[in-house]
Nanobody, 115 residues
């Protein structure tokens, strides 16, 4: 019954922007830390950003200043605003929810940055 459904991925030109959304259901969204991770072909999955239930954010160094994570607990949704996208950002982006001993993952959404 636990679900994390990502949306908003697609093809964008370098320098463009995308806003990813992740809608959660089947768990107490408001008390979970939420996060975005990504995985490019042939690469390991890496952290993009996280946001706690209290609103504290954390970003990977390469994403600082370009990406912004936010959440709307009333909508059980976490967002990732991505600006000034680069070809190196091309990857499948995954939504994650975790709370101590529990961890849930979405199926991912493809982001392709190309001219």
């Amino acid at each position: 019954q636990v679900q994390l459904v990502e949306s908003g991925g697609g093809l964008v030109q370098p320098g463009g922007s995308l806003r990813l959304s992740c809608a959660g259901s089947g768990f107490a969204f408001n008390i979970y830390t939420m996060g975005w991770y990504r995985q490019a072909p042939g690469k390991q999955r890496e952290l993009v950003a996280t946001i706690t239930n209290g609103g504290t954010t954390n970003y990977a160094d390469s994403m600082k200043g370009r990406f912004t994570i936010s959440r709307d607990n009333a909508k059980n949704t976490v967002y990732l605003q991505m600006n000034n996208l680069k070809p190196e950002d091309t990857a499948v982006y995954y939504c994650k929810a975790n709370r101590v001993t529990r961890e849930y993952w979405g199926q991912g959404t493809q982001v392709t940055v190309s001219s």
